[in-house]
């Protein structure tokens, strides 16, 4: 007679191959049998009837702000942002103050992580021009998930602007780079043309399209020449979808959910600072054409681009307000709605934040159910309605872009190497997150 730790049962699973009612053992932190039969036993069941059980879900792309300013947020608040949003990881960026760029304060996070994280995380390494010798070696670092460049759109050091720079970048180490692509040079030649007070629905005119496509154009043609992996975040213009296509033996791609619900100039009319963030979100044509991506293949990921700043901040007039949204705890809802309204399958869902975030970043055991990965699990009712509100957000600054959304589709329970670490809205135990494995 088979014994599990952990017995998952009822459920819809969303499998590698498709999705099938079964069930799922799981002993010391990682999945044993799929399919068990009814004289399975185990020291917990959870009766999953109703709910479809997906493998555990990543957000590739947030700023947790730690180290910085506690009172915005932190690993501790972010984390358990984020499992009460249905993640079980989540990749953090590392324009934190001070900066993470060197093997000091690296070691200092990767440290940090196991005693505040409620969730696994991977690390992401600033790259630099002073820290270019040291790249290398630091993608290699335990939780490490890749070099991230800002080639525009950053302060102090933590920019690469110029493409002596940015090849140089490319040919020190060899994992996939991460790069925020909007060209630094057209944003401040534009920078005149505006003023404080102007519309908010200026930061879409500042930061244009060429912005985006014209920085997507360098980075490209710089990775095949140096034939270095390169990862283009946040993508937001119809044009760059449509170029990147003619790049995918060099290029991935990641898409935020923000440009898959959100609409210029709507957003601005309604959201004022709350809905400005960089890349900008934009018009119709650019969301359809962020969907038909999505649907063609051409989107690997999808992240929530997580980064909060004070309420008192984002009221400040434009341009004057800092661009960031929160989203890491409702990254998982929104997207469910989307299924719900037929614009992507739930399979096609966690292609996009599970295997999708596995895939391009070397994430080891995570990124599908089967045996031998670790046993993360987000559980969902597909049937829950439920509207976002600010009440239920945990991280410090307190909103949302997503306050009064409503919702049909909602994260119950979130299980981390087989210990649920919510259930229902409700954290339990302490926090259990470990650093990610990459390969």
Not at 28 to 57: F, K, Q, S
Not at 334 to 348: C, E, F, I, K
Request: include cysteine; glycine fraction near 10%.
């Amino acid at each position: 007679m088979p014994h599990f730790d952990l017995l998952i049962r009822g459920g819809t699973c969303v499998l590698p191959w498709g999705m099938e009612q079964t069930s799922v053992g799981v002993r010391h932190g990682r999945i044993a049998a799929i399919g068990t039969g009814a004289d399975a036993t185990a020291d917990e069941t959870i009766d999953a009837t109703g709910l479809h059980v997906l493998p555990g879900l990543i957000d590739p792309h947030v700023h947790l702000r730690d180290p910085g300013d506690a009172s915005v947020e932190s690993i501790p608040t972010g984390t358990k942002a984020a499992i009460l949003g249905g993640l079980t990881a989540v990749f953090d960026m590392p324009n934190t103050n001070p900066s993470i760029t060197n093997a000091e304060r690296l070691a200092w996070k990767q440290g940090y992580v196991p005693q505040a994280a409620w969730c696994d995380m991977g690390l992401y390494v600033g790259g630099t021009r002073a820290n270019i010798a040291e790249l290398a070696a630091l993608e290699t670092g335990q939780g490490v998930c890749g070099i991230k460049i800002f080639a525009g759109s950053s302060t102090g050091d933590l920019m690469v602007e110029d493409d002596e720079s940015l090849e140089r970048v490319m040919r020190a180490g060899r994992r996939r780079i991460s790069y925020h692509s909007e060209d630094e040079y057209r944003l401040q030649a534009r920078k005149p043309m505006f003023k404080s007070g102007d519309p908010y629905s200026n930061h879409m005119v500042w930061r244009d399209e060429e912005c985006a496509f014209l920085g997507t154009r360098r980075l490209m043609a710089l990775a095949t020449r140096t034939g270095r992996p390169a990862h283009i975040l946040h993508v937001s213009t119809a044009q760059e979808l449509d170029y990147l296509k003619d790049y995918r033996d060099i290029a991935t791609v990641e898409v935020l959910v923000n440009h898959l619900t959100q609409v210029a100039p709507e957003v601005y009319d309604n959201l004022k600072g709350f809905g400005v963030m960089n890349p900008p979100i934009r018009g119709p044509e650019h969301l359809e054409a962020a969907w038909r991506a999505v649907r063609d293949g051409t989107v690997d990921t999808v992240g929530s681009d997580h980064a909060p700043h004070p309420r008192a901040a984002k009221e400040k007039p434009w341009p004057d307000c800092p661009a960031g949204l929160t989203g890491v705890q409702t990254l998982v809802p929104v997207m469910l709605n989307h299924v719900n309204a037929g614009r992507l399958s739930l399979m096609r869902m966690v292609d996009l934040l599970c295997a999708g975030p596995a895939r391009v970043y070397g994430a080891v055991g995570k990124g599908r159910m089967a045996a031998g990965y670790d046993a993360d699990f987000t559980l969902v009712d597909m049937r829950r309605q439920r509207t976002i509100e600010e009440s239920w957000i945990v991280s410090p600054c307190g909103w949302t872009p997503f306050a009064g959304m409503k919702i049909t589709g909602w994260p119950i329970a979130t299980i981390i190497r087989g210990q649920a670490v919510m259930r229902e809205d409700e954290v339990l135990g302490t926090p259990r997150g470990k650093l990610v494995r990459f390969a």
